[in-house]
């Protein structure tokens, strides 16, 4: 009895020793997603100085908040074909790589088209790694943290704005023309370690055996979860991947992901047409909440709400960024918070009572709180998980694309909506687009929590219809007989 405790004492500890290599992979690919945040925290900061330095208008500053996420497009639309053709770690060096170069660029930019073009590079990195990091976290852990470890790099972006927004209230003490390009070139040296440093990890094992290389999937897994479920796991990578026999040299190495397309958009079947609906539309819908607007236009936010002087306004940013870390209720909080700004704007300059302004200001904290522990998150995690295997990487392109898409027509329309409708007004307006959110998360994002990332397909075999009038279905296990020998699921 003491021997088998004994026993599965040491299992424990020895399950509990290969996740906490799996969350160490997991948290180095998602250093990429802490750059990406300092960018967009350490903006909202450094636009203010640009104004001032460079004598931008209202549209050019749109246009530079905005053009990152434009140009991620083209990195987020290419990450996919790229990671299937060179891998998932090489793929976060070379997003790492191309946000060395962006930053670089803006650090030392001239003039605003050279500003422009270093946001422009930095956008193609960012495109890069917003598909690659939860890409990485989902194929290299196991099902019991999949949650947790997909969820990191918004956990990550989170950070990486809170260090923005300090890097801002720091670095502001410095000359006008040195602050914001400081601000701004910071981010070249965490990308030039993390480029270097990113080699050192493990390849996912479910991309080796894409590429025929199951050999050494089996060394990655053997790295990454118990003995025991070695073989297991092999068997269902290998079943989702359509290569089940066991000669892997029919797996067509290096193929890159073709046909992957056609299977999306022309072919689809039920199952993928609503799994492409799903991380589609949480993408799509993650920044019609106005999450971008309250980030990247914090300053101009407080200005409204009557903080007045500039190191007040930076200060208050670093609150938001600490929020963005830790709580729960968006629509209720862009509600408020259009209460908050309608009432200020309606007072008499300097008059405005103080529960209005109170009420502005808790409500940026704690919308942004709410989206931290909600869309945030859950939207990457998401994401990541549902496509099958054979779409991943292609599939979580096009869902950053929508994303990207999404977040820049926010970033470089908010300026001319609140001047149209007044601050208050727009925000009123992204409660209620939060509200058709809700409703779309309801209703087409089944569970797919404790479900092994090759059995999800299956999770989407109903419609919502079907899905909500009856129990879910057990998660289908797969027969421990098969492990190894390449027989089909029974």
Same mark, same amino acid.
């Given at each position: 009895?003491?021997?088998?405790?004994?026993?599965?004492?040491?299992?424990?500890?020895?399950?509990?020793?290969?996740?906490?290599?799996?969350?160490?992979?997991?948290?180095?690919?998602?250093?990429?997603?802490?750059?990406?945040?300092?960018?967009?925290?350490?903006?909202?900061g450094?636009?203010?100085?640009?104004?001032?330095?460079?004598?931008?208008?209202?549209?050019?500053?749109q246009?530079?908040?905005?053009?990152?996420?434009?140009?991620?497009?083209?990195?987020?639309?290419?990450?996919?074909?790229?990671?299937?053709?060179?891998?998932?770690?090489?793929t976060?060096?070379?997003?790492?790589?191309?946000?060395? +170069?962006?930053?670089?660029?803006?650090?030392?930019?001239?003039?605003?088209?050279?500003?422009?073009?270093g946001?422009?590079?930095?956008?193609?990195?960012?495109?890069?790694?917003?598909?690659? +990091?939860?890409?990485?976290?989902?194929?290299?852990?196991?099902?019991?943290?999949?949650?947790?470890?997909? $969820?990191?790099?918004?956990?990550?972006?989170?950070?990486?704005?809170?260090?923005?927004?300090v890097?801002?209230?720091?670095?502001?003490?410095?000359?006008?023309?040195?602050? *914001?390009?400081?601000?701004?070139?910071?981010?070249?040296?965490?990308?030039?370690?993390?480029?270097?440093?990113?080699?050192?990890?493990?390849?996912?094992?479910?991309?080796?055996?894409?590429?025929?290389?199951?050999?050494?999937?089996?060394?990655?897994?053997?790295?990454?979860?118990?003995?025991?479920e070695?073989?297991?796991?092999?068997?269902?990578?290998?079943?989702?991947?359509?290569?089940?026999?066991?000669?892997?040299?029919? +797996? +067509?190495?290096?193929?890159?992901?073709?046909g992957? *397309?056609?299977?999306?958009?022309?072919?689809?079947?039920?199952?993928?047409?609503?799994?492409?609906l799903?991380?589609?539309?949480?993408?799509?819908?993650?920044?019609?909440?106005?999450?971008?607007?309250?980030?990247?236009?914090?300053?101009?936010?407080?200005?409204a709400?009557?903080?007045?002087?500039?190191?007040?306004?930076?200060?208050?940013?670093?609150?938001?960024?600490?929020?963005?870390?830790?709580?729960?209720?968006?629509?209720? $909080?862009?509600?408020?918070?259009?209460?908050?700004?309608?009432?200020?704007?309606?007072?008499?300059?300097?008059?405005?009572?103080?529960?209005?302004?109170?009420?502005?200001?808790?409500?940026?904290?704690?919308?942004?709180?709410?989206?931290s522990?909600?869309?945030?998150?859950?939207?990457?995690?998401?994401?990541?998980?549902?496509?099958?295997?054979?779409?991943?990487?292609?599939?979580?392109?096009?869902?950053?694309?929508?994303?990207?898409?999404?977040?820049?027509?926010?970033?470089?329309?908010?300026?001319?909506?609140?001047?149209?409708?007044?601050?208050?007004?727009?925000?009123?307006?992204?409660?209620?687009?939060?509200?058709?959110a809700?409703?779309?998360?309801?209703?087409?994002?089944?569970?797919?929590?404790?479900?092994?990332?090759?059995?999800?397909?299956?999770?989407?075999?109903?419609?919502?219809?079907e899905?909500? $009038?009856?129990?879910?279905?057990?998660?289908?296990?797969?027969?421990? $007989?098969?492990?190894?020998?390449g027989?089909?699921?029974?």
């Amino acid at each position: 009895m003491g021997d088998e405790e004994q026993k599965k004492g040491n299992g424990r500890k020895e399950a509990t020793r290969k996740n906490k290599y799996a969350v160490a992979c997991s948290i180095i690919g998602s250093v990429i997603s802490i750059l990406m945040g300092y960018d967009t925290g350490v903006m909202s900061g450094a636009m203010l100085f640009i104004k001032e330095d460079m004598k931008t208008n209202d549209t050019q500053v749109q246009v530079l908040a905005g053009i990152l996420n434009v140009c991620a497009l083209v990195g987020s639309l290419t990450a996919g074909r790229v990671s299937d053709w060179v891998g998932r770690r090489r793929t976060i060096s070379l997003a790492a790589c191309i946000f060395l +170069a962006g930053s670089v660029l803006m650090g030392l930019s001239p003039n605003f088209g050279t500003l422009l073009a270093g946001r422009c590079v930095a956008g193609v990195g960012v495109g890069y790694a917003l598909m690659i +990091a939860p890409v990485y976290a989902a194929e290299i852990a196991s099902t019991e943290i999949r949650g947790s470890l997909t $969820s990191l790099p918004e956990i990550c972006i989170s950070f990486g704005i809170l260090l923005g927004y300090v890097a801002n209230y720091l670095l502001a003490k410095l000359p006008l023309v040195y602050g *914001w390009r400081a601000m701004l070139g910071l981010g070249a040296l965490p990308s030039a370690v993390l480029a270097v440093a990113v080699l050192a990890m493990p390849e996912s094992p479910r991309w080796l055996v894409m590429q025929g290389r199951a050999d050494e999937a089996v060394v990655v897994l053997r790295r990454v979860c118990d003995p025991g479920e070695v073989d297991v796991r092999l068997a269902e990578i290998k079943a989702a991947a359509g290569r089940l026999a066991d000669n892997d040299a029919a +797996a +067509a190495p290096g193929s890159g992901g073709k046909g992957v *397309w056609k299977e999306m958009f022309l072919h689809p079947t039920p199952p993928v047409r609503r799994i492409l609906l799903a991380a589609f539309g949480v993408h799509f819908f993650q920044h019609l909440t106005g999450i971008e607007a309250v980030v990247l236009y914090s300053p101009r936010i407080f200005k409204a709400a009557g903080i007045a002087t500039t190191s007040e306004v930076l200060v208050a940013t670093i609150g938001v960024g600490v929020t963005k870390t830790v709580l729960s209720g968006i629509i209720a $909080s862009l509600a408020c918070l259009g209460l908050g700004l309608t009432v200020i704007e309606r007072s008499e300059q300097n008059h405005a009572p103080t529960w209005a302004v109170a009420l502005a200001i808790a409500t940026v904290f704690t919308f942004i709180a709410s989206f931290s522990v909600g869309v945030g998150p859950i939207t990457w995690a998401y994401s990541s998980e549902v496509y099958p295997l054979r779409l991943r990487a292609q599939g979580a392109s096009v869902g950053v694309a929508i994303n990207r898409v999404m977040n820049a027509a926010v970033s470089m329309t908010f300026v001319s909506l609140y001047k149209a409708v007044t601050i208050g007004g727009a925000f009123f307006v992204f409660a209620g687009l939060a509200v058709v959110a809700a409703a779309f998360f309801y209703l087409a994002c089944p569970e797919t929590q404790g479900r092994p990332l090759e059995e999800i397909e299956e999770v989407f075999s109903r419609g919502w219809r079907e899905r909500l $009038s009856s129990p879910p279905r057990a998660a289908v296990e797969l027969p421990v $007989s098969m492990a190894g020998d390449g027989k089909q699921r029974q």
